[in-house]
T-cell receptor, first 114, second 111 residues
Framework: NAGVTQTPKFQVLKTGQSMTLQCAQD?????MYWYRQDPGMGLRLIYY???????DKGEVPNGYNVSRLNKREFSLRLESAAPSQTSVYFC?????????????FGSGTQLSVL | KQEVTQIPAALSVPEGENLVLNCSFT??????LQWFRQDPGKGLTSLLL?????REQTSGRLNASLDKSSGRSTLYIAASQPGDSATYLC??????????FGQGTRLTINP
């Protein structure tokens, strides 16, 4: 089982460049998430999608946009990258059913903005 | 605002020891608490999930406990092995889309 697949694994951008991080899940989950992980900060939620066709802001949405293309795919776009967006980005999915929900994570994208 | 704290940030023990990782949270209004494992350069893998109405969950050599009233959870690892070396994170679920993570404990098991 592939689970949650993220691409690319590594990316280096110059300040002001744009890029899209791709995420796909094959578990038929309704909910998908984008997190960033920074040293000493834990994981912070950027955006989430509770179901196909809906997206909502998380804790740190500024500088990002998302698209829930279909039930499988959830992309994260940086329109004008900034050094503060240097981080490791994780996509996750779950089948939210209340208290018994588990998250499944992709392997991450390490992004450096110079 | 919910805050989740894991102490210590790093822990190194010899192989074979039993050990406890700690997680504390400030708001007891949670749906559940999860423990995750993260290997270097990899994503997170869910180890155990404890619902708010439960006191503990077990999986193999792992046992997680939850005390909502005191805002604490522990992850007990029995007979530690070098393969247990990883970063362990706890996270509390407060709502449908609100999952708050701790910063993790980096565990090293020395052969």
């Amino acid at each position: 089982n592939a689970g949650v697949t993220q691409t690319p694994k590594f990316q280096v951008l110059k300040t002001g460049q744009s890029m899209t991080l791709q995420c796909a899940q094959d578990m038929n989950h309704n909910s998908m998430y984008w997190y960033r992980q920074d040293p000493g900060m834990g994981l912070r939620l950027i955006y989430y999608s509770a179901s196909e066709g809906t997206t909502d802001k998380g804790e740190v949405p500024n500088g990002y946009n998302v698209s829930r293309l279909n039930k499988r795919e959830f992309s994260l776009r940086l329109e004008s990258a900034a050094p503060s967006q240097t981080s490791v980005y994780f996509c996750a999915s779950s089948d939210w059913t209340g208290a018994n929900e588990k998250l499944f994570f992709g392997s991450g994208t390490q992004l450096s903005v110079l | 605002k919910q805050e989740v704290t894991q102490i210590p940030a790093a822990l190194s023990v010899p192989e074979g020891e039993n050990l406890v990782l700690n997680c504390s949270f400030t708001d007891s209004a949670i749906y559940n608490l999860q423990w995750f494992r993260q290997d270097p350069g990899k994503g997170l893998t869910s180890l155990l999930l404890i619902q708010s109405s439960q006191r503990e969950q077990t999986s193999g050599r792992l046992n997680a406990s939850l005390d909502k009233s005191s805002g604490r959870s522990t992850l007990y690892i029995a007979a530690s092995q070098p393969g247990d070396s990883a970063t362990y994170l706890c996270a509390v679920r407060q709502g449908a889309q609100k999952l708050v993570f701790g910063q993790g404990t980096r565990l090293t098991i020395n052969p």
